[in-house]
Every structure is written in C-alpha cells, then in structure tokens.
C-alpha cells in the first residue's frame, strides 16, 4: 500500500445465525476517494455498511479505519477515531431545533466536550458551523424550528448536515436520496458532493443516476462477496456485473454520467 | 438567543420569594412557603432526569434523603465546635452528598434511560430505604434524627431560630438553585442531555457517550436533590428513613409531572402544588390521596404537558386574540366541570364516611351542606350533579374542540 487507506476491509465475515450475509469481503478505500456500494436486494449492502461504522462486528476479519482495527469499539469512540455516518431512516433529535441538531452534532469535534460552565450560544465555533451548514442545506429559515416538524426532504438534508457537521474525515451516507423524487435527488446529489469534498465518501444508493454522477469508484456486492471494485466505466463495460445485477439498468454510455 | 435568563422573570421571582412572607400572616403560612421553597428545589432536581433527560426514576428520594441525613450530620457534629461550619453552608454538605451518592449509583443506573433506568432506581430506592431501617442507629429508623439549627456563630444576628430567618435563607437557596439549574438547561451539556433524551443512539454517532451525558444529568440532579433535603433538615430540625422513601420519590415523580416537565417553569408549579396537596389538602379530606391519584390519571390522558402545558395553551390562545368568540363556551366547561367536581367529591366523601359512621355517626358536612350516608337522597343527589355536570361538559368539549382545535385540551 503506497496511498494511505481511510478505510479498510479484510476478509470480512458476518453470519446471522446460519446464513452467511458477508463471505469474505475485502475492500480498501484511499483517502478523498468517493465510493458506491451497490448490489441487488439481499446482497448484503446494509450488513456490509454496518459492519464499515462500526454498528455490527465482524465473525472473521478486521475493519480498519485509517489503519486503525475498530473492532469492539463504541459508536463514539468509532465516531471520535474520524467516521461519520448517516442513516437510512432519518435519525435526528426530533424536539431540539434544526440549529441544535446541527450544534450537538458539531460540539465534540470542536473539543467541546461535555462543558458545563460555558453558554451553548456563546460556543461560537458550533454556532458559525451550524450557520453556515444551514446556509448549505436550504435549512436557514427552519433554524428555530423543532426538527420532528421538518418535510420529509428536509429531515433528509438535516441527517446529511447532522454527518457532516463533525468534519470527520470518512463519511458513510446509507440512502442519502431514498424516497426523493428526481428533482430533489438531483440537487440532493450536489449537495452531497460539495458538503463531501476532499473527504473519504461511502454510500449505499439505489438510484444507479446518483451512483454513476458521484462515484469515483463503485463496488458491486453480490450474494455476500464483492464481484467488481472498479471505476463506473469499467463497471458498466464489465459483463460479468451486468450478467449477476445490472442488466438494462444500467444507464446507457452514451446519456451516462447525466 | 438566550432565551432562559429573561431578566424581568427572574427579578419578579426573586421579589416573590422576598415579599411572599408578607403577603399573609402567621406561622403555617410561613411554613407553607419554607416547605414550597424546599420542594420547588426538589422538582426542579427531578426534572433535570425526566424532563431534560427523558429519565423516568422511581428512587429520587434517595438523593434529597440522603443529603438530608448529612445535612443532619454535620448540623450535629460540625457546627458548634470553633470554628465551626456555618448552618448557612449545611445544605451544601447536603448537596455534596448527593452528588457523591448519584456518583457512585450513576454508573449503575444509566446505561439505558427506559424501563431498565426505572428498574434499577426503584431497586436502589428500595434498596437505601430498607439499609436505613435496618440501622437505627445510624438512621434513627422511623423516630429518626433530630438536631438544633441554633449552633455556632450568629453573623449579624442571625441564629436561625426565628422561622423567617430560615425561610429567606430557604429563598435564598431557591432562588440560586432554580437559576443555576435553568442555566444548566442552556450549556453545551444540557443541550446533549437533550439529544439523548431524544435519540441516543444518534448522540453516540456524533461522537458523545449517552451513558456518560445521563450520568453527569444524574450527579447534577443529585446534587440539588441533596440541597433540597439538607435545607429540609434545616426547616424542620428532624429527618426520619421515610425522607429516603418510595412514597417520597412518588411524591417527586407525581407532581413533578403535574406541574409540566416540558419546561423548567413546570417544576416550580409541581413544587407549589406538592406542598398545597400534601399539607394542605390532607387536612382537608381524608381521600386526598385518591383526589391527587384521579387528578393525576386526568392529566397523563388529557394534559401531558401539565399545568405549564395547560397555561402555555391558553397563553397562545389569547394571543391569537379571539378569545371574546370562544369565551362562553369556555366558561360552560368550567361551570359544568366545576359541577362534575362537586357531584364526584360527594360520592367520595360519602364513600369514605363510610367507614367513621360508626364513630361519627352518619352525617358530615360537605361544601356547607349536611349529608346523611344512610339516605338514599344523599347518593342521589351526588349522582345526579355528576351526570348533570358531565352530560354539558362532555357535549361543550366537543363543540369546543370544534369550533376551536388546538385552542385549549
């Protein structure tokens, strides 16, 4: 390895009882590089993408955070090690404000900690951060307002920022566009790319538009194992990917990369 | 941006707290306030757990308990000698011992915040209370400890002795606690007690331990617990196993949510409220308890946001300013509320009459009236203001809910 890896799977494997989700997945991801993880339903994506943060441990085999195991590490000191994730069903704090979402999700980066002589309104860093992603997010008008009272859409923006809001270098987005119609997806999808710049991206997406506009790389999971790590060229030439998944979903070469 | 410090509020309270002896004459009533002081304490301390930190615990009475018995302590042992600890300062050694208490129990209770979180701190309740009775000696069991608050030094007079010393330093204590504990609601801290409250999971995802952030709630909790208990060693010179009892922390739980947990100003009602019920409405009827437990069940059905729930609504819907519309139908659910009330007490003071008859014979009085348990007149009439008071009411909510949603429950 000459290029550091942000993340890094090796021969990952996870069972639930006797079914094997995950068959021995290796993965490494350079540092800055934006990844999709995509596969047909039951391929073992959303165990696979628990498996990178930290959620569920691995039965056999080492995930690696910027050369670090985190195996049996908590959500916190994982999220402290520099991994920041989102999640499918939108997750926030639904009575605090948007303003405080964004905040508490900025506060530990910040070495805030757990202060208690200190005005949370006075933490002008997470103030200016929670600003300025508001700003980014559409989200400026709502900031006042109790996250649970937010559209759809908008809670969807809000868990985008509430990940993003801790600068950590290595960002996993689970669904980030589920449910959205096109419009929004399109510009969802911009969003992601500018609030994620220069960092190590991971996202599990459906949406084969959203995968080929933002990947540099996509991985392609089939029945627990990787079948392609490539570039979305490569990937959609390769016959072996559209043979086991693809097929006429694939946008065609020619309109690819809208 | 800050929206806890309203000054003007908070000079109003302080001008409360001061005038409030004045306001009425007599030594019950200045007990009345000692005792409302202490308890406000208590429900704000509560609610740091339940309102800010969406823990349910059924073993606070621990912490004020405990602190109580320093307080007890150090009043006995520290103060006379030279030079001894100032009684201004034995509720703090109160404090300090609650604090140290939810330390040492925090660890254990907070790994979740839902029913594993009540479990537990019904079991330490359960727990400190029987230790307590099963050493007398230490605790003074039921009879309990008593102590002298009239020690050491008197700086400009001061000896405690007279009861309106003690309530203005009581007032003094209130005023700092509730203050610090409404700042606390606006430190980075409180704002993550906040979020756990909310979705801990997602808390630890942004880099906090949830367990760490209840834990923290709960040592900040306990210490103003402990103050509370030790300004009540204070107030009344004695503390007994039942100050660390389940009937306590119930007490805590029960009026805390009255009062509304939504906000801090709900707790400082609940307080009010304790002291009202319990001293008051105790003296008054022998089913007091069976009032507080129906009054309870109507507000978890029909106001979960408790009596600051209940005035916030009302304050919104003066504001949006048609209330000359809605204002007779509102009056009627009050007048037939009322006649419901009066039709309900009857029936109950009636059914507990029962009971003295014997003793008593079988009339009593009730609301300037004579009622007799052995005529059927008396049922009668009971049952008939119940359902004369409930047809209207329940026909005006309706209409009221209509014509007005949202506008009060």
Redesign the interface.
Known sequence: MSKAMALELRDVHKRFGRTEVIRGVSLSVPAGERVALIGPNGAGKSTLFNLM?GSLSPDQGDVLLQGRSIAGR???EI??MGL??S?QIS??????SVR??L???A???LG?G????????R?TE?NQRADLLMEQLGLSAQAGVPAQQLSYAEQRALELG?TV??NAPVILLDEPTAGMSQSETVRFTALIRSLTEGKTLVTVEHDMGVVFDLADRIAVLVQGQVLAFDTPDAIRANPLVQQAYLGNMLPSTTEGGR | MKPVLHKGLWAGFALLLVLAPWLHDGGFWLSLLSQMGIAVIACLSFNILLGQGGMLSFGHAVYSGLGAYAAMYALNHWCSGTPGLPVTLVPLVGGLAGMGCATLLGWLSTRSAGTAFAMITLAIGELVFAVALMLPELSGGEAGLSGNRVVGAAPWGMTFGPAIQVYYLIAAYTLVCAALMVAFTATPLGRLLNAVRDNPQRVAFVGYDPRWVRTLALVISGFFAGVAGGLATLNFEIVNAEALGAARSGAYLLFTFLGGTATMFGPVLGGVLMVLATVLLSAWTQAWLLYLGLLFMVMVIWAPDGLAGLLQAHGRALRQGNWRRWLPLYMGLWLSGMVVLCGAGALVEMTYHLQLQAVQGSALRYLGQTLDVTQTSSWLMGVGMLLAGLLPFLALRKCFALAHPGAAA
């Open positions: 943060s908590k959500p916190h999220n402290r920041a994730r999640f997750n926030v704090f639904p009575r605090l405080d979402n905040r508490c999700s506060l530990w980066s805030t757990y202060a208690l002589f200190r005005w949370l309104h933490c997470a509430m809001a801790g």
